[in-house]
């Protein structure tokens, strides 16, 4: 996936970066190179939207000189935005990333027909970058690679969330590949 792609060169090489579970943690664990222990921070068996942003919290106040990137869904982040509020009194050096396509990806390609359908998992499109602004975080939307290497490029020593609007087509050929 070009946006994991992306977020990982553009990452300084002392980052710390907190995936939630998800579809897109599906794009992400394949490819992300990490060099060191505790580079990487995932919840244990896919299992706990709402993971990483809190996780970004712990890790930046636990290693206050090193920048955190936060990878996190749309659900995910739905469920702790509040959080955002934290990350900005605090001003920590977080970077949040959503992954936008303003659906539950993985649960929308598992469900069967008697769950509800598409309409028990997609919502309307929210603009995360204007709460992360109203929360006194910096707030971008990227919608090419082109848009994320230009909101991650920068000081990541600020709070700031980039909102990745995203095409969720290729994840039912990353589930299939990964989980069978």
Same mark, same amino acid.
């Given at each position: 996936?070009?946006?994991?792609?992306?977020?990982? %060169?553009? +990452?300084?090489?002392?980052? $710390? &970066?907190? @995936?939630?579970?998800? *579809?897109?943690?599906?794009? #992400?664990?394949?490819?992300?190179?990490?060099?060191?222990?505790?580079?990487?921070?995932?919840?244990?068996?896919?299992?706990?939207?709402?993971?990483?942003?809190?996780?970004?919290?712990?890790?930046?106040?636990?290693?206050?000189?090193?920048?955190?990137?936060?990878?996190?869904?749309?659900?995910?982040?739905?469920?702790?935005?509040?959080?955002?509020?934290?990350? %900005?009194? +605090?001003?920590?050096?977080? $970077? &949040?990333? @959503?992954?936008?396509? *303003?659906?539950?990806?993985? #649960?929308?390609?598992?469900?069967?027909?008697?769950?509800?359908?598409?309409?028990?998992?997609?919502?309307?499109?929210?603009?995360?970058?204007?709460?992360?602004?109203?929360?006194?975080?910096?707030?971008?939307?990227?919608?090419?690679?082109?848009?994320?290497?230009?909101?991650?490029?920068?000081?990541?020593?600020?709070?700031?969330?980039?909102?990745?609007?995203?095409?969720?087509?290729?994840?039912?050929?990353?589930?299939?590949?990964?989980?069978?």
């Amino acid at each position: 996936m070009q946006l994991v792609d992306t977020v990982s %060169a553009a +990452l300084p090489s002392d980052a $710390t &970066v907190t @995936v939630d579970a998800g *579809a897109h943690f599906l794009a #992400i664990m394949p490819l992300w190179p990490v060099a060191n222990p505790f580079d990487l921070l995932i919840s244990n068996g896919l299992s706990t939207m709402g993971y990483a942003v809190p996780a970004a919290i712990g890790a930046a106040v636990a290693r206050p000189d090193r920048p955190v990137v936060a990878l996190v869904g749309d659900g995910g982040l739905g469920m702790t935005m509040a959080e955002l509020e934290t990350i %900005a009194r +605090l001003d920590l050096p977080i $970077t &949040v990333v @959503v992954f936008n396509d *303003a659906a539950l990806s993985l #649960i929308e390609i598992k469900q069967r027909d008697q769950h509800g359908g598409a309409a028990a998992v997609k919502y309307r499109e929210t603009d995360f970058a204007a709460i992360a602004r109203a929360s006194s975080i910096g707030g971008l939307i990227a919608r090419s690679a082109d848009e994320l290497r230009m909101a991650l490029d920068g000081d990541w020593t600020r709070p700031r969330l980039v909102d990745a609007r995203i095409d969720p087509s290729s994840y039912r050929a990353l589930i299939a590949t990964t989980r069978g």
